[in-house]
């Protein structure tokens, strides 16, 4: 956090992001991208100033737990038409290219 | 039809057989085409499937089995799943997108025999706050075409304000609805949190995301909400209590009403005019019968964009990491499933969008999460609980929707965060999950204002009565853009 407050996102910092996030950018792509993301955290680092010291945190607003319902038996959409907006299939699967390699 | 038609007023027509369901439709698809070239609302139009639609309730009218709603042309926001019909969330990732299924909003609309003219364009992914981040297409706004609708619901209001539809619903994260609704004159609901089921409505912010009603009158936001609100088991955060017949609540007016109008929302950033129409509204109510407080603070409304910047990225770049080019939308090749993967979301997602993945990614990333998601957290509990106090004290809070009226076309696209701050007195309402209703409180300019009202968790009856009576003492909701043209 220190590192960042003085200097913000590195290039370094960006790219990385870019790897988590499963995005490819051009190298001018990430440079705008660094200063888009410092401009934005620029105003959001007030968050510093404010005093949580014993506040719990919300992560939703709604109130609700755990809801239960009746465990009914009901139909579901059909396999066919849930797969029909993937790009390759093969009969009711949808394929997609290796992931582990040999 | 000289005048703009509501619901309320459509359904008067309908039930006392002075029009059909198809006739009504075709004075609204009429409207489309005289102002759709300028405005530029509609992703689809799907006008074959209306003209069906209004067949088949102009028969279960005349069966006399008639729902509160039948009948009624109307436009779905395109992040609303409906089944067979293109959902682009106005993204190249969603170009194609055909669901298989309807959101269930749509499907108890569906049941009530509506008729559905179409999808309304958006900011990429409900991202934005000027529709011009959508994929497809720009919209203008129809009081003045050189200015933007406001976003990310700009289609569905820039439709309602120059009667394209007699309603739309929209999806609100932190203003989506209530902001373009300000910007284009017209009536926008935000309901509480898990009041309508979010089930087929593609995920943005899911702790924030909120269906809610865009109509021309309080009065049709009652209509609407009663019709799409209550209990889904397809949405385990909808909450299981009763919904209310919320006509009822239109009539009861507003004597001894307590509304409140905190102290920054009439901050220096907040132009003249749109404190003015609280101002001017404030009077109205107090003739009307409510009492007026202005002596109340509500402290912390300057983190809300802050918080709402982390919370909102947050979740959002966990609900798109959906899109890999697998299992559905925009699919790129590449030598292997990474290569694929990276090259489908770089091609698929606008700039904004992918500016919130990475900015999510990283408020959550090791060595970041404490120091703003966790401290983002613990601010909303802040906000929230000043919410929880100040409505001790007042029934309702006042103040402007907005800080402007609608900014000019192109504006603000280079700045993100000037963009953001549009949303300042929206977010919040998100933050807290409690309801606000944005209403057309005057012209500046000749472009609308909004105010908008926030009441406690549940407190949809009381917006209603305070809009209503509001509505009831003034005439801004009867004023048509100068783009509608009446046949």
Same mark, same amino acid.
């Given at each position: 956090m220190?590192?960042?407050?003085?200097?913000? @996102?590195?290039i370094?910092?960006?790219?990385?992001l870019?790897?988590?996030?499963?995005?490819?950018?051009?190298?001018?792509?990430?440079?705008?991208?660094?200063?888009?993301?410092?401009? *934005?955290?620029?105003? @959001?680092?007030?968050?510093?100033?404010?005093?949580?010291?014993?506040?719990?945190?919300?992560?939703?607003?709604?109130?609700?737990?755990?809801?239960?319902?009746?465990?009914?038996v009901?139909?579901?959409?059909?396999?066919?038409?849930?797969?029909?907006?993937?790009?390759?299939?093969?009969?009711?699967? *949808?394929?997609?290219?290796?992931?582990?390699?040999? | 039809?000289?005048?703009?038609?509501?619901?309320?007023?459509?359904?008067?027509?309908?039930?006392?057989?002075?029009?059909?369901?198809?006739?009504?439709?075709?004075?609204?698809?009429?409207?489309?085409?005289?102002?759709?070239?300028?405005?530029?609302?509609?992703?689809?139009i799907?006008?074959?499937?209306?003209?069906q639609?209004?067949?088949?309730?102009?028969?279960?009218?005349?069966?006399?089995q008639?729902?509160s709603?039948?009948?009624?042309?109307m436009?779905?926001? !395109?992040?609303?799943?409906?089944?067979?019909?293109?959902?682009?969330?106005?993204?190249?990732?969603?170009?194609?997108?055909?669901?298989?299924?309807?959101?269930?909003?749509?499907?108890?609309?569906?049941k009530?025999?509506?008729?559905?003219?179409?999808?309304?364009?958006?900011?990429?992914?409900?991202?934005?706050?000027?529709?011009e981040?959508?994929?497809?297409?720009?919209?203008?706004?129809?009081?003045?075409?050189?200015k933007?609708?406001?976003?990310?619901?700009?289609?569905?209001?820039?439709?309602?304000?120059?009667?394209?539809?007699?309603?739309?619903?929209?999806?609100?994260?932190?203003?989506?609805?209530?902001?373009?609704?300000?910007?284009?004159?017209?009536?926008?609901?935000?309901?509480?949190?898990g009041?309508?089921?979010?089930?087929?409505?593609?995920?943005?912010?899911?702790?924030?995301d909120?269906?809610?009603?865009?109509?021309r009158?309080?009065?049709?936001?009652?209509?609407?909400?009663?019709?799409?609100?209550?209990?889904?088991?397809? !949405?385990?955060?909808?909450?299981?209590?009763?919904?209310?017949?919320?006509?009822?609540?239109?009539?009861?007016?507003?004597?001894?009403?307590?509304?409140?109008?905190?102290?920054?929302?009439?901050?220096?950033?907040?132009?003249?005019?749109?404190?003015?129409?609280?101002?001017?509204?404030?009077?109205v109510?107090?003739?009307?019968?409510?009492?007026?407080?202005? !002596?109340i603070?509500?402290?912390?409304?300057?983190?809300?964009?802050?918080?709402?910047?982390?919370?909102?990225?947050s979740?959002?770049?966990?609900?798109?990491?959906?899109?890999?080019?697998?299992?559905?939308?925009?699919?790129?090749?590449?030598?292997?499933?990474?290569?694929?993967?990276?090259?489908?979301?770089?091609?698929?997602?606008?700039?904004?969008?992918?500016?919130?993945?990475?900015?999510?990614?990283?408020?959550l990333?090791?060595?970041?999460?404490?120091?703003?998601?966790?401290?983002?957290?613990?601010?909303?509990?802040?906000?929230?609980?000043?919410?929880?106090?100040?409505?001790?004290?007042? !029934?309702?809070?006042?103040?402007?929707?907005?800080?402007?009226?609608?900014?000019?076309?192109?504006?603000?696209?280079?700045?993100?965060?000037?963009?953001?701050?549009?949303?300042?007195?929206t977010?919040?309402?998100?933050?807290?999950?409690?309801?606000?209703?944005?209403?057309?409180?005057?012209?500046?300019?000749?472009?609308?204002?909004?105010i908008?009202?926030?009441?406690?968790?549940?407190?949809?009856?009381i917006?209603?009565?305070v809009?209503?009576?509001?509505?009831?003492?003034?005439?801004?909701?009867?004023?048509?853009?100068?783009?509608?043209?009446?046949?």
């Open positions: 220190a590192e960042e407050q003085s200097e913000g @996102i590195s370094d910092q960006v790219r990385h870019a790897t988590l996030a499963r995005i490819k950018f051009s190298s001018e792509e990430i440079e705008k991208m660094q200063q888009e993301l410092n401009s *934005i955290l620029d105003p @959001i680092k007030m968050l510093q100033d404010v005093d949580t010291q014993g506040v719990p945190p919300t992560s939703h607003s709604g109130g609700v737990i755990s809801v239960m319902r009746e465990d009914q009901h139909s579901s959409y059909p396999a066919k038409d849930m797969i029909a907006n993937a790009p390759l299939t093969e009969g009711n699967y *949808i394929k997609i290219k290796e992931v582990l390699e040999q | 039809m000289k005048d703009l038609l509501t619901v309320a007023k459509s359904r008067h027509l309908l039930t006392s057989k002075q029009i059909s369901a198809l006739e009504l439709t075709k004075e609204i698809l009429r409207c489309i085409h005289a102002t759709e070239d300028e405005v530029a609302s509609y992703v689809t799907t006008e074959e499937l209306a003209l639609q209004a067949d088949q309730a102009d028969k279960c009218i005349q069966k006399g008639m729902h709603l039948t009948g009624i042309p436009q779905i926001k !395109d992040n609303l799943s409906t089944a067979n019909v293109l959902t682009t969330c106005s993204s190249n990732m969603l170009r194609n997108y055909i669901p298989p299924f309807n959101a269930t909003v749509v499907e108890k609309l569906r009530e025999k509506t008729v559905l003219l179409g999808k309304g364009n958006m900011d990429e992914f409900a991202m934005g706050s000027s529709t981040n959508s994929a497809i297409k720009r919209t203008y706004n129809p009081w003045d075409l050189t933007v609708p406001g976003g990310s619901s700009g289609g569905p209001a820039a439709s309602v304000a120059c009667q394209q539809a007699l309603f739309s619903l929209g999806s609100d994260t932190g203003g989506s609805i209530r902001q373009p609704a300000a910007f284009c004159g017209i009536v926008g609901l935000k309901p509480t949190y009041l309508v089921s979010r089930y087929g409505l593609v995920a943005f912010a899911s702790s924030l909120q269906v809610g009603p865009m109509t009158t309080v009065e049709d936001s009652a209509i609407v909400l009663r019709a799409i609100a209550g209990r889904d088991r397809a !949405d385990a955060t909808c909450l299981t209590r009763t919904v209310p017949d919320y006509e009822k609540s239109l009539d009861k007016g507003v004597k001894g009403l307590r509304i409140g109008i905190p102290t920054e929302y009439f901050d220096p950033e907040i132009d003249e005019t749109a404190k003015q129409s609280v101002i001017d509204a404030a009077q109510l107090k003739e009307n019968g409510a009492t007026i407080d202005w !002596d603070s509500l402290p912390s409304t300057k983190y809300a964009l802050a918080v709402y910047y982390i919370i909102a990225p979740e959002a770049s966990a609900n798109l990491s959906r899109y890999d080019g697998v299992k559905f939308g925009h699919a790129s090749s590449g030598d292997n499933i990474w290569d694929v993967i990276e090259k489908t979301r770089q091609e698929g997602f606008g700039p904004e969008v992918k500016r919130r993945i990475m900015l999510g990614t990283h408020v990333s090791s060595g970041y999460y404490d120091a703003y998601y966790l401290r983002a957290s613990k601010v909303r509990t802040i906000i929230t609980q000043e919410f929880k106090n100040i409505f001790k004290k007042v !029934d309702v809070l006042l103040g402007p929707t907005t800080p402007t009226t609608a900014f000019g076309v192109g504006e603000k696209m280079a700045d993100p965060v000037a963009m953001y701050k549009s949303d300042i007195l977010v919040p309402a998100n933050i807290a999950g409690i309801p606000a209703i944005s209403i057309p409180g005057g012209f500046s300019n000749n472009l609308p204002l909004g908008q009202f926030m009441a406690p968790h549940l407190g949809e009856e917006l209603f009565r809009g209503h009576s509001y509505q009831q003492s003034t005439s801004w909701h009867l004023m048509h853009p100068p783009v509608f043209k009446a046949n």
